[in-house]
């Protein structure tokens, strides 16, 4: 999915699952393990520097819109250079809808978050 954007430069994104006494193997379905214990993924997307706010906005926009289509909690952290200018924590387990983020919000959010 992150790798589908141009505008973005890199990024990591790492699956993080709590402790569990139940061990994932080979024969169990992933997508029934990840189900029952809690996890998110842990996501940090630099974006290049020099951008107007207006055009972050509809970056961030579009990694929102992207994040919602995911089954798991997700940490969103973007980046330009060594600076964040949005994070956000979506809890999809509670029926957060992100999509729904207006360009008004997303901005104030950038502009608070530098």
Do not use: H, P
């Amino acid at each position: 999915m992150l790798d589908e954007k141009d505008y973005i430069v890199s990024y990591t994104a790492d699956l993080v699952v709590d402790s569990t006494s139940k061990v994932w193997t080979a024969e169990d379905d992933m997508d029934e393990y990840l189900e029952k214990n809690s996890r998110f993924v842990n996501t940090i997307i630099y974006l290049e520097e020099g951008k107007s706010d207006e055009e972050y906005v509809d970056m961030v926009a579009d990694l929102l819109k992207s994040a919602g289509q995911l089954k798991v909690n997700t940490i969103l952290g973007v980046k330009t250079g060594d600076d964040y200018i949005f994070f956000k924590e979506i809890d999809l387990s509670n029926g957060e809808s992100v999509v729904n983020m207006d360009k008004d919000q997303i901005l104030y959010e950038i502009t608070v978050t530098r």
